[in-house]
């Protein structure tokens, strides 16, 4: 029997989750309080400190707590500004009402336990260290998983394209995948039709391991409603159970496991996927969308090292996508030639192992 969240964990994750919203049938109109995740880690950070434990949230009075909040409201850049008496007043109220919560939401984490969904937080020590290092405060305070979660600790290899690619692009993501799975490399993407989904078919296909971090839907993969709709492409959810037993399988998510497709999670996972990564291979992007939004954050933050796929082979059919040389054009990025990856003497692990510097607008290897 798996280990349930700790009394300060289940605190946490009720004040974080909106499993209470949802359940009260809420979730449409959202929670009557939104906070960033650099609050509920400040302010968790604040309380273990203060009070010793999240525990004591129950006991401390009023004003106590109303200073709690304020320290965790408080911007870093102005130390003696907060927010308005009236909106620390208003978290109060929330964090009360929430509080009164955690056995609803230790039913609903027995069911999806039962359902092979566990969660793990920004105060266990089996989080993933790799978002904690590379987001900091902003790291998910919450993370819903199915699977082996110590794959989110081999920092691997992202690989990130388009929903709807050429079969150029295709190829090479799934040269791509092969040889990180026969190399012993992780592959991270998110999951979506296309290259997302290749990489991940392909790596298991050559006996490898992947890490899935989901924008929606966990639930309905974990339960095969997917099955029709995913036969075509997304062939690894056919067979997420037994690859999960097996280990070689992770799903993850910052979203509620019953959470629909919605554009502002999809988009927000990419920085995700990029700072599980230690490098990340663009394969196709178009002139918008969640690939390239993706890849400029990736390179303002620097989660990971930023390759990107020219296409040298494929002049007479599309040839580059329009993303990619908006990428290259950048000059912060690593031009990899298509050619290099379909050759047989392409390896990531040697790519993994190298420095490399900034020469004439592009990376090159010393």
């Given at each position: 029997m798996e280990r349930m969240p700790s009394t300060e964990e289940l605190i946490f994750i009720t004040l974080?989750?909106?499993i209470v919203d949802r359940s009260s049938k809420k979730a449409d109109s959202g929670p009557s309080v939104r906070l960033t995740r650099r609050f509920w880690n400040k302010f968790a950070t604040?309380?273990?400190?203060?009070?010793?434990?999240?525990?004591?949230?129950?006991?401390?009075?009023?004003?106590d707590l109303i200073a709690l909040?304020?320290?965790?409201?408080?911007?870093?850049?102005?130390?003696?500004?907060?927010?308005?008496?009236?909106?620390?007043?208003?978290?109060?109220?929330?964090?009360?009402?929430?509080?009164?919560?955690?056995s609803l939401v230790e039913s609903t984490l027995k069911t999806f336990q039962d359902l092979g969904i566990k969660v793990v937080t920004t105060l266990n020590h089996q989080y993933p260290h790799v978002l904690k290092q590379k987001l900091r405060d902003s790291a998910p305070p919450l993370l819903y998983y199915s699977g082996n979660l110590e794959l989110c600790n081999d920092e691997g290899v992202a690989i990130v394209?388009?929903?709807?690619?050429?079969?150029?692009?295709?190829?090479?993501?799934?040269?791509?995948?092969?040889?990180?799975?026969?190399e012993g490399i992780v592959v991270v993407s998110g999951g979506a039709r296309g290259i997302d989904s290749e990489a991940h078919n392909t790596a298991l296909e050559y006996g490898g391991n992947t890490v899935v971090f989901l924008s929606c839907?966990?639930?309905?993969?974990?339960?095969?409603?997917?099955?029709?709709?995913?036969?075509?492409?997304?062939?690894f959810v056919l067979n997420a159970r037994t690859l999960i037993d097996?280990?070689?399988?992770?799903?993850?998510?910052a979203v509620h496991p019953n959470a629909k497709f919605f554009t502002g999670n999809a988009m927000d996972r990419n920085k995700f996927i990029y700072a599980l990564s230690k490098i990340a291979f663009v394969v196709a992007a178009n002139e918008s969308g969640g690939t390239i939004t993706g890849a400029k954050e990736n390179l303002k933050h620097n989660y990971s090292q930023l390759w990107v796929v020219e296409y040298d082979l494929s002049k007479t059919d599309d040839g580059t996508p329009p993303g990619n040389k908006t990428l290259l054009k950048t000059g912060k990025v690593k031009r990899v030639l298509e050619s290099e990856i379909l050759s047989n003497q392409f390896s990531?692990?040697?790519?993994?192992?190298?420095?490399?510097?900034f020469d004439r607008g592009l990376f090159d290897f010393q």
């Open positions: 974080v989750s909106d604040i309380v273990k400190r203060q009070l010793g434990s999240l525990e004591m949230l129950t006991e401390v009075e009023d004003k909040i304020k320290d965790a409201m408080s911007s870093p850049k102005s130390k003696n500004s907060t927010e308005s008496a009236a909106q620390a007043e208003n978290i109060l109220s929330f964090v009360k009402e929430r509080c009164e919560g955690v394209g388009s929903r709807q690619p050429n079969p150029n692009a295709v190829a090479v993501a799934q040269k791509l995948a092969q040889t990180c799975a026969t839907e966990m639930l309905d993969i974990l339960t095969c409603a997917f099955r029709k709709r995913c036969s075509d492409n997304r062939r097996e280990g070689r399988l992770l799903l993850i998510s990531v692990k040697s790519v993994l192992g190298k420095d490399y510097i």
